[in-house]
């Protein structure tokens, strides 16, 4: 079968460390301390706001950004020392960056051609990377002639034929439209699985991050923030930046009282976590999701709905409590029925979904 | 008709609009360059300058000026190996510039630096060439820097050499400026993907920059030779006695030898040699340029 061919028993499996990198730019720090590992095989999406730094930490690995300090190893080498072209990786890149003045099997073919590959060997690599990528018949084709979905697909073929070590990819759906985007994320894990390429894939697109990876790295202003499997940090975020980047959350604030947190309006709010010491100031997150509109819950608060957002199969509802923290819920539309806009609902959730995050 | 939209203003047909458009364009080329053109045209089978009084006559004597005078032959290959070097030399320096300011600096500085490196260009022609024989001549400044390590002299004014540095200089920012404008819409990941796939620098440039920057070389050398094998300035002052073009020999029916119908009919023969070539190359350019631009 097809993914025989492609991916042979002898699959690159490689794993790839960070040893305390840091790298400033001028006077300011852009990563700090940076210590992490990708599994062989695995999908990590580095996941951060605009400037966090996700870029650079990906260049470092690639090898166009030399770290101030620290060490990069892929497979058993250390790399930090080592130029671009002599690490043996695959890269995708927003822009697609193909070479405009080749066709795409040439495209394919550069760097099998820096290998010292060429003649009928290159022609069935550059056959098989472009089956891969369902573009069987577009090798003569120049890079202006296809749509943008194709280019990209065209780019990984060229960074999967020279089988790399580590395929790193930086945003490299977020020029096409919605609909393309998930078209690709489907392909792209299904390609990454035939494969089993150790991958970075820098987004600061949440949802692409939860859809495709089996692991995620948070960054915030140069530091992972937290790290591990997408449902780990989804359901107990250590930080409030971590709760409120992946995902949606609600906060409460107040103080640790007798093993519960005591709001500033005196309500009682129970959780099923550890908490800091008696009396010292805590805030728990709390999924909008994962309240419901009830009477009888361990967790209680009565709040106004401001507004309601109708998203088809979610009904998204903006709330404020009496002393004006706001406050969100999402509803499954079950029955279509919609609650009015200005009517008081007491919310409730249970101890397990209140989670102490760090600020 | 029943499915057009709202209907706007009423707009003139297409073509008279285009007419329109580009009539101004037309009537200026016309009598700037097409009418002078022309003159000289009809001046080049005259018999002799019509400025005096003495009746002129229609002759084709002047164009077979290279087959009277075999001399001229071999002005016109001197010529044109002056045209092939000074291209040549422009498109390695001037490439080799503009590469150097794209690839390290960004933004402002770099716009900055181009400027900075073009104004020294920008000097009145005559002044620029006089320099030169300042610096080549013997005991000039060349001469008095390697009197410094040797003796004799190094100057090499009045020499070919010497007329294509003249040129060199004097052409060089048209080709940093064009190979600048190829070379900074080349796509910063292009070059990394490149690396990426185990190129090393000298692949990049001979597989990715020069390809893509192959319509600024063009056109930068089109700019440069023609001008370049017309010149007569650089010649004289820097060639002396060598210094015999095309462009000297045209100069002189002019200035000297008031033989202004030998002059344009050399010029014409001129611009159909120029013309001939771009024509044979102009194939193998399409093509060069076809997946670049
Ligand atoms: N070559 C550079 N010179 C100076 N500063 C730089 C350079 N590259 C990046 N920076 C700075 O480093 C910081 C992190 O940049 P980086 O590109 O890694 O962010 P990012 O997380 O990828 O952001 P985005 O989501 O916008 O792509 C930014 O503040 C940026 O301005
Ligand atoms: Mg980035």
Same mark, same amino acid.
């Given at each position: 079968?097809? /993914?025989?061919?492609?991916?042979?028993?002898?699959?690159?499996?490689?794993?790839?460390?960070? *040893?305390?990198?840091?790298?400033?730019?001028?006077?300011?720090?852009?990563?700090?301390?940076?210590?992490?590992?990708?599994?062989?095989?695995?999908?990590?999406?580095?996941?951060?706001?605009?400037?966090?730094?996700?870029?650079?930490?990906?260049?470092?690995?690639?090898?166009?950004?030399?770290?101030?300090?620290?060490?990069?190893?892929?497979?058993?080498?250390?790399?930090?020392?080592?130029?671009?072209?002599?690490?043996?990786?695959?890269?995708?890149?927003?822009?697609?960056?193909?070479? &405009?003045?080749?066709?795409?099997?040439?495209?394919?073919?550069?760097?099998?051609? #820096?290998?010292?590959?060429?003649?009928?060997?290159?022609? #069935?690599?550059?056959? *098989?990377?472009?089956?891969?990528?369902? $573009?069987?018949?577009?090798?003569?084709?120049? &890079?202006?002639?296809?749509?943008?979905?194709?280019?990209?697909?065209?780019?990984?073929?060229?960074?999967?034929?020279?089988?790399?070590?580590?395929?790193?990819?930086?945003?490299?759906?977020? =020029?096409?439209?919605?609909?393309?985007?998930?078209?690709?994320?489907?392909?792209?894990?299904?390609?990454?699985?035939?494969?089993?390429?150790?991958?970075?894939?820098?987004?600061?697109?949440?949802?692409? =991050?939860?859809?495709?990876?089996?692991?995620?790295?948070?960054?915030?202003?140069?530091?992972?923030?937290? /790290?591990? #499997? @997408? /449902?780990?940090?989804?359901?107990?975020?250590?930080?409030?930046?971590?709760?409120?980047?992946?995902?949606?959350?609600?906060?409460?604030?107040?103080?640790?009282? *007798?093993?519960?947190?005591? $709001?500033?309006?005196?309500?009682?709010? *129970?959780?099923?976590?550890?908490? @800091?010491?008696?009396?010292?100031?805590?805030?728990?997150?709390?999924?909008?999701?994962?309240?419901?509109?009830?009477?009888?819950? =361990?967790? $209680?608060?009565?709040?106004?709905?401001?507004?309601?957002?109708? /998203?088809?199969?979610?009904?998204?509802?903006?709330?404020?409590?009496?002393?004006?923290?706001?406050?969100?819920?999402?509803?499954?539309?079950?029955?279509?029925?919609?609650?009015?806009?200005?009517?008081?609902?007491?919310?409730?959730?249970?101890?397990?979904?209140?989670?102490?995050?760090?600020? | 008709?029943?499915?057009?939209?709202?209907?706007?203003?009423?707009?003139?047909?297409?073509?008279?609009?285009?007419?329109?458009?580009?009539?101004?364009?037309?009537?200026? +080329?016309?009598?700037?360059?097409?009418?002078?053109?022309?003159?000289?045209?009809?001046?080049?089978?005259?018999?002799?300058?019509?400025?005096?009084?003495?009746?002129?006559?229609?002759?084709?004597?002047?164009?077979?000026?290279?087959?009277?005078?075999?001399?001229?032959?071999?002005?016109?290959?001197?010529? +044109?190996?002056?045209?092939?070097?000074?291209?040549?030399?422009?498109?390695?320096?001037?490439?080799?510039?503009?590469?150097?300011?794209?690839?390290?600096?960004?933004?402002?500085?770099?716009?900055?630096?181009?400027?900075?490196?073009?104004?020294? %260009?920008?000097?009145?022609?005559?002044?620029?060439? %006089?320099?030169?024989?300042?610096?080549?001549?013997?005991?000039?400044?060349?001469?008095?820097?390697?009197?410094?390590?040797?003796?004799?002299?190094?100057?090499?004014?009045?020499?070919?050499?010497?007329?294509?540095?003249?040129?060199?200089?004097?052409? +060089?920012?048209?080709?940093?400026?064009?190979?600048?404008?190829?070379?900074?819409?080349?796509?910063?990941?292009?070059?990394?993907?490149?690396?990426?796939?185990?190129?090393?620098?000298?692949?990049?440039?001979?597989?990715?920059?020069?390809?893509?920057?192959?319509?600024?070389?063009?056109?930068?050398?089109?700019?440069?030779?023609?001008?370049?094998?017309?010149?007569?300035?650089?010649?004289?002052?820097?060639?002396?006695?060598?210094?015999?073009?095309?462009?000297?020999?045209?100069?002189?029916?002019?200035?000297?030898? %008031?033989?202004?119908?030998?002059?344009?009919?050399?010029? %014409?023969?001129?611009?159909?040699?120029?013309?001939?070539?771009?024509?044979?190359?102009?194939?193998?350019?399409?093509?060069?340029?076809?997946?670049?631009?």
């Amino acid at each position: 079968m097809n /993914a025989q061919v492609n991916a042979p028993a002898t699959a690159p499996v490689t794993h790839v460390a960070i *040893q305390s990198v840091a790298k400033r730019f001028g006077t300011v720090p852009v990563l700090s301390d940076i210590t992490t590992s990708f599994a062989p095989g695995s999908f990590t999406s580095l996941l951060g706001p605009s400037g966090s730094g996700k870029t650079t930490l990906l260049r470092i690995v690639a090898g166009f950004v030399t770290p101030d300090e620290g060490r990069v190893t892929i497979g058993a080498r250390d790399v930090t020392d080592v130029p671009v072209w002599g690490r043996n990786i695959g890269m995708m890149f927003q822009s697609y960056a193909l070479f &405009p003045h080749m066709s795409v099997a040439r495209n394919v073919a550069f760097g099998l051609e #820096r290998r010292g590959i060429r003649g009928a060997e290159a022609a #069935r690599a550059v056959g *098989q990377a472009l089956e891969m990528v369902r $573009l069987t018949g577009f090798g003569d084709r120049m &890079p202006k002639q296809l749509s943008g979905g194709q280019q990209q697909r065209v780019a990984l073929a060229r960074a999967l034929v020279i089988k790399p070590s580590v395929l790193l990819l930086d945003e490299p759906l977020s =020029a096409l439209d919605r609909r393309l985007r998930q078209e690709m994320q489907v392909e792209l894990l299904r390609i990454q699985r035939e494969t089993g390429l150790t991958t970075i894939f820098v987004t600061h697109d949440q949802e692409e =991050a939860l859809t495709l990876s089996d692991r995620i790295a948070i960054l915030d202003k140069g530091r992972i923030v937290q /790290a591990g #499997r @997408p /449902a780990d940090i989804y359901e107990r975020p250590e930080t409030r930046f971590a709760a409120e980047f992946l995902g949606d959350s609600n906060f409460l604030s107040g103080t640790v009282s *007798q093993g519960a947190v005591r $709001l500033g309006d005196g309500t009682v709010v *129970q959780t099923a976590h550890p908490l @800091p010491a008696e009396g010292s100031p805590v805030t728990l997150a709390i999924r909008p999701e994962k309240m419901a509109v009830t009477e009888s819950a =361990a967790n $209680l608060l009565t709040a106004r709905i401001v507004t309601v957002i109708y /998203a088809g199969p979610v009904l998204s509802y903006l709330l404020e409590t009496r002393d004006g923290t706001k406050l969100k819920l999402f509803l499954a539309n079950r029955d279509g029925t919609v609650l009015p806009e200005g009517e008081t609902i007491s919310l409730g959730w249970s101890p397990d979904h209140a989670i102490p995050v760090a600020d | 008709m029943a499915l057009r939209g709202p209907v706007g203003p009423r707009r003139l047909p297409d073509w008279m609009a285009t007419t329109a458009l580009l009539l101004p364009a037309y009537a200026w +080329l016309t009598l700037a360059v097409f009418l002078p053109l022309l003159t000289m045209f009809v001046f080049s089978f005259l018999n002799k300058t019509p400025m005096g009084q003495a009746p002129v006559e229609f002759t084709l004597r002047h164009y077979r000026a290279f087959i009277d005078q075999p001399y001229l032959l071999g002005v016109a290959w001197n010529t +044109l190996m002056m045209g092939v070097w000074t291209t040549l030399i422009c498109a390695v320096l001037g490439f080799l510039a503009a590469l150097a300011l794209v690839r390290c600096s960004f933004g402002r500085s770099r716009e900055m630096l181009l400027v900075l490196i073009l104004l020294p %260009f920008w000097t009145n022609g005559l002044v620029r060439v %006089f320099s030169w024989t300042m610096v080549l001549r013997e005991n000039g400044f060349l001469d008095s820097l390697w009197h410094l390590v040797g003796d004799g002299s190094v100057g090499f004014l009045y020499s070919r050499p010497a007329i294509i540095l003249g040129l060199v200089h004097g052409y +060089l920012p048209y080709m940093i400026l064009t190979c600048y404008i190829a070379l900074v819409t080349i796509d910063d990941a292009v070059i990394e993907a490149a690396q990426s796939l185990g190129a090393r620098w000298w692949t990049v440039l001979g597989s990715i920059l020069i390809p893509l920057a192959l319509p600024g070389l063009i056109s930068g050398a089109v700019l440069t030779f023609v001008p370049v094998i017309g010149s007569f300035m650089e010649p004289r002052i820097l060639g002396g006695p060598v210094g015999m073009t095309l462009g000297t020999v045209i100069e002189d029916q002019f200035t000297q030898a %008031f033989n202004w119908p030998l002059g344009a009919s050399l010029s %014409f023969t001129l611009l159909a040699v120029v013309l001939a070539i771009f024509a044979t190359f102009s194939g193998v350019l399409r093509r060069g340029t076809a997946g670049a631009s």
